[in-house]
């Protein structure tokens, strides 16, 4: 992926998007890297949107994998609940 911070995609609508790389990672057991990013949206709630999908490092172009599994949806998760701990007890 070049790890660049920026990427742009299209969304649904074929409307082009910049979005923020917020990290990426590779998970040993299940054999894929994913990646966590924004568009800088807010919710209905006010807080900014994140989406994360897996892709192929080696690949040329950014081709994002849609996320299925719970196993994979609960390995992201903890990792979201460890950097926003760390990122609150950085706050204090």
Do not use: H, R
Not at 16 to 30: H, N, P, R
Not at 72 to 82: F, G, P, T, V
Request: glycine fraction near 4%; proline fraction near 1%; charge should be negative.
């Amino acid at each position: 992926m070049n790890n660049k911070s920026k990427f742009v995609i299209k969304n649904s609508k074929g409307e082009e998007l910049a979005c923020d790389v917020l990290f990426t990672y590779e998970d040993d057991k299940l054999k894929k890297n994913y990646i966590v990013f924004t568009d800088n949206t807010l919710d209905e709630n006010g807080k900014i949107k994140v989406y994360a999908n897996y892709y192929d490092p080696t690949g040329k172009d950014l081709s994002l994998g849609k996320i299925e599994s719970d196993e994979e949806w609960d390995n992201l998760n903890q990792i979201l609940a460890s950097l926003n701990e760390k990122v609150e007890d950085a706050d204090v």
